[in-house]
């Protein structure tokens, strides 16, 4: 063995706090511009010194669907990969590093121009809106940054592998380069409109831009996005909740399994963000709801996972009944209370998803409300309250300290208060999106139109929810500066467990990236081949941009 796996290496501490470090700081401005959005839009304030609601919305979206999951991501996976599979070589540190710095000075750059009301184009940056040059170009940075990352952490892989021939990698590594690898394939498509189409039309070297193609490649990477978020919740809900729990993972084969379904089927499904666009055959559509329903199976499995999980454990503590495995739960610790609490809120937020995806239903939803709620269950809810969860261990253990009994405390407050928060938010979102409340806009009561009025109680409903989450946002920042600076010295582990069965082969087979990485592809080529042919060549002669705001 390279050294030890239970300490890290401090060196590679540190790259993994760099990552959380700027997290944080995204959580803090990303929350604060939340905050502000909830109440533009409950009618009942404006914003000071004529700045524009869709500035805000902008910086709120980019830092929180982009930053923060990035940054948080990253560092997670460069803590895990250490943990279970060795110090990083110190090519790969430096790697780590120089994509760290990428990330970071795109991230600035992007901001400034965001804040300096160059870019109001929101965090989907769809055409024909047009952001300055600048804002593309640092999330060109972001993303590169990302790659020279994911690099690192592949070679790093691969160094193991070499040394282990014959051996399936660990859990936690396998899950780390599964999600990279999405991430990579994925990230092509934005990269394609960001470089060939948007950076040339803002710099005013082409003077039209095809849109729907523009569309169509970032939902390539939109949707698959979305898993990028979630497959590290689900590293910490199959490798490290088992054992914070005291019990074992339910399958080890299983998890691997469903991590290769989330690779195979995340992509081809950017469709079902388009189906209300025209000029995408029925056809085209109809294939990738189709690959979207098969991507909520190994989220189904995953559901199944984790009650075996809990229930294989408390019967093992001598629960008995339907239920009697509920009570043998750690409801006192806060690394497993709010990736739980994450979870039940898993099941109205993927509901919410296949409502989504269904194409008829889809109609009913599209650009309301509803679709902010519904994301805001599955990454402001599911995903995020996991990774405060992980951050109650990861951050004690990459600064040598331990968390305290009082933070404890303070984090089953936090889980509670994101929870009502949320319950008020979310929920008055998807009410008031089934009224027709449109999504991506600022207050307005339309002409006093009896239907906009409608919406206003549920708007203020979101302020109230708006207004308790900040408060969470307060408290993790308080719990997470004090993990980082002031908890006492100690060790902390970083939490993996043990599955409760001996390994199978098939665990070897899942590794077999060229079958894999082959399968991608081919499903890829199947569902966008033709209909990007369509979009290209039948296009309309493309269009100017717009700055609206
Ligand atoms: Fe989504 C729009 C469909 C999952 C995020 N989604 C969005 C947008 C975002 C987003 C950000 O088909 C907006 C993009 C924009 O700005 O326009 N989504 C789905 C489907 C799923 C799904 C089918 N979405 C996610 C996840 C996200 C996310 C995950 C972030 C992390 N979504 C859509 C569609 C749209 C969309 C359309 C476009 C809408 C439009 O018209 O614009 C599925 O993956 C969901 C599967 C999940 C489940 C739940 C399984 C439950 C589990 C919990 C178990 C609980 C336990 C606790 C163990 C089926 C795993 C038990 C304890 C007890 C005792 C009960
Ligand atoms: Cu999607």
């Known amino acids: 063995m390279v050294q030890s796996l239970e300490k890290v290496d401090r060196r590679d501490a540190k790259l993994a706090l760099a990552h959380l470090a700027v997290a944080f700081v995204a959580l803090a401005l990303g929350g604060f511009a939340g905050l502000l959005q909830t109440l533009v839009r409950s009618g009942k304030f404006e914003l000071p010194a004529g700045i524009s609601y ?10 929180l669907g982009l930053v923060l999951t990035t940054f948080f991501i990253i560092g997670f996976q460069f803590a895990a990969v250490c943990r279970t599979t060795g110090a990083l070589s110190s090519s790969s540190r430096r790697f780590g590093w120089t994509g760290f710095w990428m990330m970071t000075i795109g991230t ?59 051996e399936a990698s660990p859990l936690l590594t396998f899950m780390s380069v599964t999600n990279m690898v999405l991430w990579l394939v994925c990230t092509l498509g934005v990269a394609a409109t960001v470089v060939f189409q948007l950076i040339p039309w803002s710099l005013g070297l082409t003077d039209r831009v095809n849109v729907l193609l523009s569309r169509t490649l970032f939902w390539y990477f939109g949707h698959p996005l979305v898993y990028f978020w979630l497959l590290p919740a689900y590293m910490v809900w199959y490798a490290v909740i088992p054992k914070v729990i005291g019990g074992k993972i339910f399958s080890d084969s299983l998890a691997r399994l469903a991590f290769i379904l989330f690779l195979l089927f995340s992509i081809p499904v950017g469709f079902h963000h388009q189906l209300l666009e025209p000029g995408i055959s029925p056809f085209w559509k ?212 043990e599955a409760a069965a001996p390994q199978e082969r098939a665990a070897l087979a899942l590794e077999n990236w060229k079958l894999w990485i082959g399968l991608v592809v081919a499903l890829i080529l199947i569902a966008y081949t033709v209909p990007l042919i369509d979009i290209i060549q039948n296009a309309p002669p493309g269009s100017k941009g717009y700055k609206l705001w």
């Not at 400034?112 to 769809?126: D, E, K, S």
């Not at 990454?379 to 951050?395: E, K, N, P, R």
């Open 286 to 497: 109809y294939v990738q709801v189709v690959l979207t329903f098969m991507v909520i199976i190994p989220s189904l499995m995953t559901a199944f996972a984790m009650f075996a999980t809990f229930e294989s454990y408390g019967r093992a503590q001598g629960a008995t009944g339907l239920f009697g495995w509920w009570r043998k739960l750690p409801w006192g610790d806060a690394r497993f209370f709010a990736p739980f609490v994450g979870m039940l809120f898993f099941i109205p937020a993927g509901t919410g998803g296949i409502i989504n995806a269904s194409h008829q239903l889809n109609q009913v939803v599209h650009n309301t409300i509803w679709v902010t709620g519904h994301f805001h269950l599955t990454v402001a809810t599911t995903v995020i309250l996991t990774f405060f969860g992980a951050s109650y261990w990861l951050i004690p253990h990459l600064t040598g300290r331990v968390m305290t009994k009082a933070m404890n405390r303070l984090a089953i407050i936090q889980t509670i208060v994101w929870a009502v928060g949320m319950t008020f938010m979310s929920g008055s979102m998807h009410f008031a999106g089934l009224l027709g409340a449109p999504r991506r806009s600022a207050f307005s009561t339309y002409g006093n139109s009896p239907q906009a009025l409608e919406w206003i109680p549920y708007q203020i409903a979101q302020a109230v929810g708006g207004t308790i989450l900040f408060i969470g946002i307060i408290l993790i920042l308080v719990i997470v500066i004090n993990l980082a600076f002031f908890a006492p010295k100690g060790e902390t582990e970083f939490p993996v467990a």
């Open 108 to 166: 600035a750059m992007s901001a400034f121009f965001i804040l300096t009301g160059q870019a109001a184009v929101l965090y989907t940056f769809y055409a024909p809106l047009q952001a300055h040059a600048g804002f593309y170009i640092g999330l060109t940075l972001v993303v590169v940054g990302s790659w020279v990352s994911g690099f690192a952490m592949f070679a790093h892989y691969a160094r193991w592998r070499k040394a282990h021939r014959g």
């Open 54 to 63: 869709y500035t805000i919305l902008t910086t709120h979206g980019v830092l």
